[in-house]
Structure formats: structure tokens, C-alpha cells
């Protein structure tokens, strides 16, 4: 197997090249935000979408040139990595960090990055061939507030979801917000039909703001499907027809089970044709 290489700070290196000092702010306390993007056939999907979400981030998070993450950066570094990685389909992740010394308080708020690519075989979004089982995990509520939506380096609740996830044998969780309602799953947003109408929790429930949770619910109105973004009781997974999680990866991954409640995938098949159409 071919050596994978990074982008760190605009230079390439070697993926397993040791680069984080103990002062790095990403490192010490969660100080930066990461988007994870796919690549299919050498074209990075939806950069406008993520260069705007990425450039609206660091603005919340008070880090300096976020006008330099445009679409075109993201194209052309993304392009240049997957040239030298001799691949063309493949799932990336850029971390930009506060690049500053001091404790809590920054000395600074200049901007650095990473940029890391994994090669992937398939050259299209596939649906899974095996339904997800799914529970919900309870242990820790996610707090909503302006950084909720914001794919930030502070990721613990979504790394103790996954030990339970692992833990009790399933493959994904739903989390819920402070409030008890439906908020997202461990690394998706979620979807769930009911009465053939799409209903998604609203960014004001806390959930990230993903960027395949927009292109799908445009997706779903170009096809005439009613589509809410709603304060969802978790109750309603025990009434859908059709539950479905979305991230930038992946695309469209198709639940199969909640306890007892199984469901169909009609919908889920629809979108992902869709999707891959784009």
C-alpha cells in the first residue's frame, strides 16, 4: 500500500509524519473546527456548501482569516492532495486551529490547518445493503447554544456515544438535546418519515449544521416531498415508517430497527439516486 500524505500549512508531508507539539491549541483544548468532505471521480462535493459553513464557523469561534477558506481553496487543495495520493475517490477531513500560544485566553487568533485524505473504492454514494440498528443514548444530553451547530475539536459527547454505541452492540445511537428531543445520531443528522412527510430536528434544536442535512432537504423539495425541520419528540421513532441518518461521507445510510420498531427504505433508495445524480 502507497504512503498517504497530509497538507499541513500548505506543505505535504508523509500522513504518519509527527507534527502536534504539546502547545498546539487543537490539541490542549478542542480550540478549532474540522469539515469532513467526500471526493468522488477527483471533484470535492458540495464546496461551496462547505466553504460557507467552514467560513461561518471560524467567525463564531473568533479565528482570523476564514475569507481565505473559500470554495476555490477547498477545490484546489483538495484536488492537489488527491493528485498526490493517486486517488480519486475518497473521504477527507481539513482541521483548522487556532494557531496561538497562552492558556484558556489565546495570544492570538491566526488561523493554521490540516488537511487528510482516505482513500475510498467506491466512486458513488451507496446505500447500505444492511439496515442500521439504532438506540437512543440518554447518558449525556447535548446543550444547545450557537456552538452546537459547528463541527468543532470538542467532540467528547459524540466519543462516549460511540463507547455505548460499542458497548451495547449497535450501530449507531440517537442523542438527544438538554431538552430531551431528538437532536442527531453519533456522527449523522437524522431523518425520519411519518405519514409521507420528512421531518428533520431544526438547527435550534442543537444538532450540527450538516452539510448533506441541506442537500438532501433540498433534494426532497426538487422532488415534491414535504419536508419540516421541527422540534421532534423521540416518541415519533416508535411511529415512522422511514428513518434515515445523513452526513458528507456517506451520504444516505438506511435504519433498519429502533427496539422493536422496524422500517422501511423506500424513501432513503429515492434520495440516494437522487444524490448521486448531482
Known amino acids: 500500500m502507497l504512503p498517504l500524505f497530509i497538507n499541513f500549512n500548505d506543505e505535504i508531508l508523509q500522513a504518519d509524519t509527527k507534527l502536534v507539539t504539546l502547545n498546539n491549541r487543537a490539541f490542549k483544548y478542542g480550540d478549532g473546527l474540522f469539515e469532513s468532505m467526500r471526493m468522488i471521480k477527483g471533484q470535492l462535493k458540495f464546496a461551496?456548501?462547505?466553504?460557507d459553513r467552514l467560513q461561518r464557523g471560524m467567525k463564531a469561534l473568533k479565528i482570523e482569516d476564514y475569507s481565505q477558506m473559500d470554495a476555490g481553496f477547498l477545490k484546489d487543495k483538495t484536488e492537489e492532495l488527491s493528485r498526490r495520493n493517486k486517488a480519486?475517490?475518497?473521504?477527507?477531513?481539513?482541521?483548522?486551529y487556532r494557531d496561538a500560544d497562552g492558556l484558556y485566553t489565546p495570544s492570538q487568533n491566526k488561523m493554521a490547518y490540516c488537511l487528510e485524505f482516505q482513500p475510498?473504492?467506491?466512486n458513488r454514494y451507496m446505500l447500505n445493503s444492511k439496515g442500521l440498528l439504532v438506540d437512543i443514548f440518554t447518558e449525556l444530553p447535548k446543550p444547545v447554544n450557537y456552538l452546537s451547530n459547528i463541527k468543532t475539536c470538542n467532540s467528547l459527547?459524540?466519543?462516549i456515544a460511540g463507547i455505548y454505541k460499542t458497548q451495547n452492540k449497535l450501530d449507531d445511537v440517537f442523542l438527544l438535546n438538554q431538552n430531551g428531543f431528538l437532536c442527531e445520531a453519533s456522527s449523522s443528522n437524522v431523518f425520519v418519515l411519518y405519514k409521507n412527510h420528512l421531518y428533520t430536528p431544526a438547527l435550534s434544536e442543537g444538532?450540527?449544521?450538516g452539510v448533506m442535512r441541506q442537500v438532501i432537504i433540498n433534494l426532497a423539495k426538487k422532488v415534491n416531498i414535504p419536508v419540516t425541520e421541527a422540534k421532534l419528540n423521540p416518541e415519533i421513532l416508535y411511529e415512522a415508517d422511514e428513518v434515515f441518518l445523513t452526513n458528507a461521507s456517506r451520504g444516505i445510510q438506511s435504519v433498519m430497527g429502533?427496539?422493536?420498531r422496524r422500517y422501511f427504505n423506500e424513501m432513503s433508495k429515492l434520495l440516494i439516486e437522487e444524490?448521486?445524480?448531482?
Open 48 to 51: 461551496d456548501l462547505h466553504a
Open 88 to 96: 480519486r475517490n475518497g473521504r477527507l477531513r481539513l482541521t483548522v
Open 120 to 122: 475510498w473504492d467506491e
Open 157 to 159: 459527547i459524540y466519543v
Open 207 to 209: 444538532c450540527v449544521e
Open 258 to 260: 429502533f427496539g422493536v
Open 275 to 278: 444524490l448521486n445524480k448531482l
